[in-house]
């Protein structure tokens, strides 16, 4: 049977190419970075040549680089560092959407049981922040702007740059979460006005367990959350994840020089799947079909179970999701398509296939033969869809 991985947004295979850079330093380039003899030394060279290899994708600077253990550390590292930096000039407010990743979610959440003030910000139906909102919303007390580059669920893309051009405007620190733009969308900082930026190596073909805090010169300091030696200058102790550092930074430079390859490739395939899903009776695409991810498509298919729905696509094959991998496993719906206006019902019964490069026609074709039939047999034995038809209330 044809398997099809269609859940990239939850995590990537790793390239072959940055898996093959990652091996020799596991057991031939071991030494610690800080260390001043020669093995020390190699690592340290590499870990430099990573860092600007980085740099370059993003249109940044070396020294404006920090590694993390991946996109949940970097957003937290980013947002506690604002707070820091806000107390000492006395704001205590921030802005943010109702759809972030919870990675922000939680950490706004924290600042707010300590007496910071949040705004989260609403991202209509169309899964999109109305940038006249964002400037309205901006206060003399604001510390931060953070609002994520493209949604994770369904793929919607934020007017990044024109934000970051209000931020500038009024003096407020602009963070974006490009975790899920990183490698599948131009990125440059600072042609965005982009203060902080946090990716993670394995959304876009690297490994797990490394991620980078872009922050512009000059824009704060950033605050340790972990205390020990000086590596990353000083603010993210630990010795470096090296093997996976060198490979992240091997597979972002491969993303950004096929981008626009993968891209069209993507778009196609996504675009076809879009077309064809869009048959079944009371499909609804999440978000907007225009600013989207080249890979992302998100339905709901009111009368059916998520759940359900997932396990009888693996069982045929087809691995999906039906919102973050996050959050499966509770039975909330996805705090994103609720931001978006959908009902709890209808929230339940929604499906995220998220593609890559490697996916082919054949694949999508499989998925086309497959989801209607599901969706159908899930209708037929559910309830609940039977009274939905019989009041109309589709
Ligand atoms: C995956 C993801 C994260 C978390 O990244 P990790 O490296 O898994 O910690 C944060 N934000 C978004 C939008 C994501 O998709």
Not at 285 to 311: D, K, M
Not at 365 to 385: C, F, G, N, T, Y
């Amino acid at each position: 049977m044809l398997r099809v991985y269609a859940d990239n947004a939850a995590t990537t295979a790793m390239s072959p190419a940055a898996k093959a850079a990652m091996l020799p330093y596991f057991d031939e380039i071991y030494g610690n970075p800080s260390s001043p003899h020669s093995f020390g030394q190699a690592a340290a060279a590499a870990l430099q040549e990573a860092r600007e290899t980085v740099a370059r994708c993003l249109g940044a600077k070396a020294d404006e680089i920090t590694f993390t253990s991946g996109g949940s550390e970097a957003d937290n590292q980013a947002i506690l560092s604002a707070a820091a930096a806000g107390e000492k000039q006395g704001k205590r407010h921030m802005i943010s959407t109702a759809f972030e990743h919870h990675a922000v979610l939680h950490t706004l959440q924290k600042l707010e049981r300590q007496g910071w003030e949040i705004t989260l910000l609403p991202v209509h139906e169309d899964g999109i922040v109305r940038v006249e909102e964002v400037r309205d919303a901006i206060r003399p007390d604001t510390a931060l702007v953070t609002i994520m580059y493209a949604n994770n669920e369904i793929g919607t893309i934020q007017p990044v740059a024109e934000i970051g051009a209000i931020c500038q405007e009024k003096g407020v620190l602009f963070h974006t979460d490009a975790v899920q733009a990183a490698g599948h969308l131009h990125i440059d900082v600072a042609a965005q006005n982009i203060d902080l930026l946090s990716l993670s190596g394995h959304k876009f073909h690297g490994p797990k367990g490394a991620g980078v805090l872009y922050v512009r010169k000059g824009a704060l300091r950033l605050q340790n959350l972990i205390e020990g030696g000086g590596q990353e200058r000083g603010k993210r102790a630990g010795t470096e994840n090296l093997p996976a550092i060198v490979g992240m930074a091997v597979a972002l430079d491969e993303a950004c020089k096929h981008l626009d390859q993968h891209t069209a490739h993507v778009t196609k395939l996504r675009d076809r799947l879009i077309e064809g899903l869009s048959n079944i009776p009371y499909a609804r695409l999440n978000g907007s079909a225009e600013h989207r991810l080249p890979g992302n498509v998100n339905f709901s298919f009111p009368g059916v179970e998520g759940e359900a729905l997932l396990l009888l696509l693996d069982s045929m094959g087809v691995a999906a999701s039906s919102g973050s991998a996050c959050t499966s496993g509770s039975l909330d719906p996805s705090h994103v398509l609720l931001a978006i206006g959908l009902s709890h019902e209808v929230a339940h019964g929604s499906l995220r296939l998220s593609l890559c490069h490697t996916n082919t026609e054949e694949e999508i074709e499989h998925i086309l033969a497959v989801v209607p039939k599901v969706v159908q047999r899930l209708r037929d034995m559910s309830p609940v869809w039977k009274d939905m038809i019989k009041k109309e209330a589709v």
